[in-house]
Antibody
Framework: QVQLQESGPGLVKPSETLSLTCSVS?????????WVWIRQSPGKGLEWIAS???????YYNPSLDSRVTISADTSKKQVLLNLRSVTAADTGVYYC???????????????WGRGTAVIVSS | DIQMTQSPFSLSASVGDRVTITCRAS??????LHWYQQKPGRAPKILIF???NLESGVPSRFSGSGSGTEFILTISSLQPEDFATYYC??????????FGGGTTVDIK
């Protein structure tokens, strides 16, 4: 079973760039998978940030589009997220997930990392 | 954008109770609706995909129904380990995804 593990700085200053890494125990450049970043603000619900298809296409939440970049390093088996110009509103837990395609042509997130906590504060 | 609305926001129930949670989409999404369970300090876990399909390893007391704009998650007999927050999520506009606001199930 594939496993995902997120890592990041923990604490970031306002206006700086947050860089997160999702390390994947299996291969990421095969099959019809999307690799997804999702976040959860303290006491709040889940928010989709960005996705990258196994072929390399990228997709972003319009509310974050101008500040976010998702990429993948297939040789290192990592999915990367950069979030620029962070503010306190970006504080939360950031999850990496794999989204798989079923035989019925539905996509859902079947594997999640444990998440990495990020605090934006000076 | 497709908005997902869950109800109730929270509920209190006892072990053995039958529990239902509703998720409504702002427009028809077919069966592109999935349910996740999240316990405090843990990542979400998939329960039901494509509205009514039980994920492998998930107890059969969980079931999902609905299509179009209204969906229901049912727990037939609530167990102690089921106290958690439940989220619905649409993938009709995949890869753009949206989640419901969550429903917290706690002990009465």
């Amino acid at each position: 079973q594939v496993q995902l593990q997120e890592s990041g700085p923990g604490l970031v200053k306002p206006s700086e760039t947050l860089s997160l890494t999702c390390s994947v125990s299996g291969r990421i450049g095969t099959r019809s998978y999307y690799w997804v970043w999702i976040r959860q603000s303290p006491g709040k619900g889940l928010e989709w940030i960005a996705s990258i298809y196994y072929k390399g296409s990228t997709y972003y939440n319009p509310s974050l589009d101008s500040r976010v970049t998702i990429s993948a390093d297939t040789s290192k088996k990592q999915v990367l997220l950069n979030l620029r110009s962070v503010t306190a509103a970006d504080t939360g837990v950031y999850y990496c997930a794999r989204q798989q395609l079923t035989s019925l042509y539905y996509y859902y997130m079947d594997v999640w990392g444990r998440g990495t906590a990020v605090i934006v504060s000076s | 954008d497709i908005q997902m609305t869950q109800s109730p926001f929270s509920l209190s129930a006892s072990v053995g109770d039958r529990v239902t949670i509703t998720c409504r989409a702002s427009q028809s999404i077919g069966s592109h609706l999935h349910w996740y369970q999240q316990k405090p300090g843990r990542a979400p876990k998939i329960l039901i995909f494509a509205a009514s399909n039980l994920e492998s390893g998930v107890p059969s007391r969980f079931s999902g129904s609905g299509s179009g704009t209204e969906f229901i998650l049912t727990i037939s007999s609530l167990q102690p380990e089921d106290f958690a927050t439940y989220y619905c999520q649409q993938s009709y506009t995949n890869p753009a995804l949206t989640f419901g606001g969550g429903t917290t199930v706690d002990i009465k």
